[in-house]
């Protein structure tokens, strides 16, 4: 028990024999502390005994019976897993480590997309170079590429496919007068099937970003509703990511909220001497933009102070609901109205009052539906094993009927074979009504009349021969 989870960082194979002979050290001197204190033993750590414990653990399956080589390794192997298996299930109703993933990969992907839409705008820029000055937007660039292709096979009847993509008729004409008067150099087939399945990857990884995003707001709103009404989506998942999870974030004081992300910043301005930065990656919210410049510093303070609170909200309340963030976003506006027209917002005590009030109706009601969720699954539930078990019922029916359908043709054929033997022929139903005397008689009578018929038979063929 004491040396539980040093062992399990042991076992952890990822992990420098330096740290590993360390750790070892600390549960040599746990293990001693404990005997001295429970059993009054002094207890030697250091030196000679770090030697021979290790020699002990290395040689442990040869010292304990029953024990072998590999179900040890079996043993420690079967403990990492654990260890790591508790390590990823840190926070299993949270799934915080989801929205790293996805903010991270949309990051990536817009690098991504940009990068490839330029090399798209340069190669199709050859043939085509006016149709860069017409469409500014990337995704609608790469998707008129692909439907142009050539230009000089562009008429009016494709006007209408330019209008549905651009979504403006005066820039679907200004294309195709475009084209007829274009100076680019001319394309072979080859070229345009290159730049079109180009065109169409970036296209793919566009929708795909779309659907990221979707997908981060709908986790967001699980995860940390409060957060994401606070300061939204996006740049919560970044503070969550930057963090290292949302229990992170949640521990984090507002001063280092505020300035999470601006490290490089900060360590060079405490190293100079100078300034140190007055935002991070909260920079990115919509109310330093709106704020004047001389309060955003005092906006980005209040902002990382009400981020701080609703982190916390939504890392340690048992139902997350939107209703704190929302009141903090309030807050906020209220602030920003203060810095420009002087007009007092209102005090912090009595908002969280009618959060918390908002709160419990919210929470109320969640917890309404999710019992009206519950009951509904027990009802189909139990609506299925019912029907499981009547199924169930004409199985054994059918083979019950079955059975005595093959029960019954049996004991006819029984009957039947009782009455035919009760039933004999009548010379058999006469020898057995005779007594045995008169059976003896009736044989020795048969027998003299056969002797009398081959007498009879005899003298008729001796007189023919005469």
């Not at 010292?63 to 897993?81: C, I």
């Not at 102070?305 to 916390?312: E, G, M, Q, V, W």
């Not at 022929?425 to 008169?438: F, I, Q, R, S, T």
């Amino acid at each position: 028990g004491i040396l539980h989870e040093d062992l399990r960082l042991l076992l952890e194979t990822s992990m420098p024999a330096k740290k590993k002979k360390a750790l070892l050290g600390v549960a040599d001197a746990k293990i001693g502390a404990a005997i001295l204190e429970e059993l009054g033993y002094q207890c030697q750590t250091g030196g000679v005994v770090a030697e021979i414990l290790r020699g002990i653990r290395l040689h442990f399956h040869a010292l304990v019976k029953g024990l072998t080589a590999q179900s040890a390794s079996k043993a420690q192997l079967g403990l990492g897993h654990s260890y790591s298996r508790a390590k990823v299930k840190f926070n299993v109703n949270r799934v915080d480590n989801m929205i790293i993933q996805s903010i991270s990969l949309l990051d990536q992907l817009d690098k991504d997309i940009n990068t490839f839409s330029m090399r798209v705008r340069e190669w199709y820029g050859y043939h085509f170079p006016e149709l860069i000055k017409i469409v500014s937007e990337n995704y609608t660039y790469c998707r008129l590429a692909k439907f142009i292709g050539n230009r000089k096979e562009l008429s009016e009847e494709s006007l209408e496919g330019l209008e549905e993509i651009v979504m403006d008729g005066a820039k679907a004409q200004a294309i195709l007068e475009a084209s007829r008067s274009s100076m680019g150099m001319d394309i072979s087939p080859l070229d345009l099937i290159n730049i079109e399945s180009f065109s169409s990857r970036v296209i793919s990884l566009s929708e795909y970003r779309k659907g990221l995003q979707e997908y981060l707001r709908s986790k967001m709103s699980q995860v940390a509703p409060s957060l994401s009404a606070l300061i939204g989506e996006v740049v919560g998942a970044r503070l969550i990511s930057h963090a290292g999870s949302l229990t992170n974030l949640a521990k984090y004081p507002a001063s280092t909220v505020q300035i999470l992300g601006a490290e490089k910043a900060l360590f060079r301005a405490l190293k100079t001497r100078g300034n140190t930065p007055k935002y991070g990656l909260i920079f990115h919210s919509t109310f330093i933009g709106r704020a004047a410049a001389k309060n955003k510093g005092r906006i980005s303070r209040y902002l990382a102070n009400k981020c701080t609170i609703a982190s916390r909200i939504d890392c340690f309340s048992e139902v997350p609901t939107s209703v704190f963030g929302d009141k903090l976003r309030e807050q906020v506006e209220e602030r920003l109205a203060f810095y420009e027209t002087g007009e007092p917002p209102r005090k912090n005590l009595e908002v969280m009052k009618e959060a918390m009030v908002e709160a419990n109706e919210a929470v109320a009601e969640v917890k309404r539906k999710q019992e009206k969720k519950e009951k509904k699954k027990k009802k189909r539930e139990k609506r299925r094993l019912e029907a499981l078990a009547a199924a169930a019922e004409e199985v054994e029916n059918s083979v019950l009927e079955t059975e005595e359908n093959d029960v019954e043709p049996k004991k006819k054929k029984k009957k039947k074979e009782l009455e035919a033997q009760s039933e004999p022929e009548e010379n058999g139903l006469e020898e057995e009504a005779l007594p045995k005397k008169k059976r003896k008689l009736a044989a020795e009578a048969d027998q003299e009349e056969k002797k009398k018929k081959k007498k009879k038979k005899k003298k008729a063929e001796d007189s023919e021969e005469d």
